[in-house]
């Protein structure tokens, strides 16, 4: 069995309600090229995971949390970045302890 595709993930607090920061809850998705996939998602995956660094964009999607959510504090602002990734690309690092940066 193979693993599966994956998302590299950060999340981001910013100072701000979501209204402060112009956050409505949508989802943002970057699909830079997918015009030339003949607006394909499944074509420019294909095509992202072959040579990723071929295309303008990669594959992200930003995400809302506290925008979505009303019993969030809304003094702050929080974002989910994900971006489409395959374990292979991560295979010469190493995992630290938890809370703690490895070297690499």
């Not at 069995?1 to 998705?29: D, T």
């Not at 303008?56 to 019993?71: Q, V």
Request: with cysteine.
């Amino acid at each position: 069995m193979q693993p599966s595709n994956g998302n590299v993930s950060a999340f981001i607090v910013l100072k701000g309600s979501p209204e402060e920061n112009k956050m409505n809850g949508a989802n943002i998705h970057s699909f830079l090229d997918l015009g030339k996939y003949d607006w394909s998602i499944d074509q420019m995956q294909e095509a992202f995971y072959k040579d990723p660094l071929a295309q303008r964009g990669c594959l992200i999607t930003l995400t809302f949390p506290t925008s979505k959510d009303k019993l969030s504090p809304q003094h702050i602002t929080s974002v989910a970045f994900l971006s489409e990734a395959k374990s292979e690309w991560f295979k010469t690092m190493t995992v630290g302890d938890y809370k703690k940066r490895s070297e690499d």
